[in-house]
Nanobody, 126 residues
Framework: HVQLVESGGGSVQALGSLRLSCVYSGYIDRTYCMGWFRQAPGKEREGVAA???????RYADSVQGRFKISQDNAKNSLYLQMNLLNPEDTAMYYC?????????????????????WGRGTQVTVS
């Protein structure tokens, strides 16, 4: 069983920055993907950024160049550095891990489903 706990959300003004963290515990299979999804009220869940075991990363077009996903396995942590935030980035952000199959970041990011989910952290940009 894998548990994911997000932190780092909050309120920030436009053009500001936030760094989200996701601490994971439990066994994660070798061929995994890790990433971030978000959902705003009245909107469908959207893949934001993904990283797979081969080191490939993929970003939603809307955050390309502004967000950066990274991993520190020594700290059992996944991060999302968010820069140049705008009000359209306002959403609940969820950490996710998929290890049920040989996972690849580009396809997984667009699937919208995952084996494990965190409970989310709210990001509000004014």
């Amino acid at each position: 069983h894998v548990q994911l706990v997000e932190s780092g959300g909050g309120s920030v003004q436009a053009l500001g920055s936030l760094r989200l963290s996701c601490v994971y515990s439990g066994y994660i299979d070798r061929t995994y993907c890790m990433g971030w999804f978000r959902q705003a009220p009245g909107k469908e869940r959207e893949g934001v950024a993904a990283l797979d075991y081969d080191g490939y990363s993929r970003y939603a077009d809307s955050v390309q160049g502004r967000f950066k996903i990274s991993q520190d396995n020594a700290k059992n942590s996944l991060y999302l550095q968010m820069n140049l935030l705008n009000p359209e980035d306002t959403a609940m952000y969820y950490c996710a891990v998929e290890d049920s199959y040989d996972c690849y970041a580009p396809s997984w990011l667009t699937r919208g489903d995952s084996r494990y989910w965190g409970r989310g952290t709210q990001v509000t940009v004014s």
